[in-house]
């Protein structure tokens, strides 16, 4: 059974940074397709961001890009989420998520090809 932690989250004002981490457990980390995604009170779970199996390829949606970072460790089991410049608007439950589905080269986007999810870190971002 894979499980995922979600670690980093807190309180921090505008402009600022965090650096959420996910360890994932179960399973050796490098033969999952990683992905980051927040859900904000009433709102539906968006995707921020995505890395491959070997790390050599990462997306983020606009809403996020050049402000959003993403990474792994497969020897550490751990992928990361490094958020700077931070917004109000971003004030969401981060979840990390493993997708077994892509080949390797592809950077999953969509909410339904992720098969296992962390239980989420709260990120609050003040004016």
């Known amino acids: 059974q894979v499980q995922l932690v979600e670690s980093g989250g807190g309180l921090v004002q505008a402009g600022g940074s965090l650096r959420l981490s996910c360890a994932v457990s179960?399973?050796?980390?490098?033969?999952?397709?990683m992905g980051w995604f927040r859900q904000a009170p009433g709102k539906e779970r968006e995707f921020v961001g995505g890395?491959?199996?070997?790390?050599?390829?990462?997306y983020n949606p606009i809403s996020v890009k050049g402000r959003f970072t993403i990474s792994r460790d497969n020897a550490k089991n751990t992928v990361y989420l490094q958020m700077n410049s931070l917004k109000p608007e971003d004030t969401a439950v981060y979840y990390c998520?493993?997708?077994?589905?892509?080949?390797?080269?592809?950077?999953?986007?969509?909410?339904?090809?992720?098969?296992?999810w962390g239980q989420g870190t709260q990120v609050t971002v003040s004016s």
């Open positions: 998520a493993a997708s077994a589905w892509s080949s390797g080269t592809i950077v999953v986007v969509a909410t339904t090809l992720y098969n296992y």
């Open positions: 179960g399973r050796t980390l490098s033969t999952y397709a």
């Open positions: 890395i491959n199996r070997s790390g050599g390829s990462t």
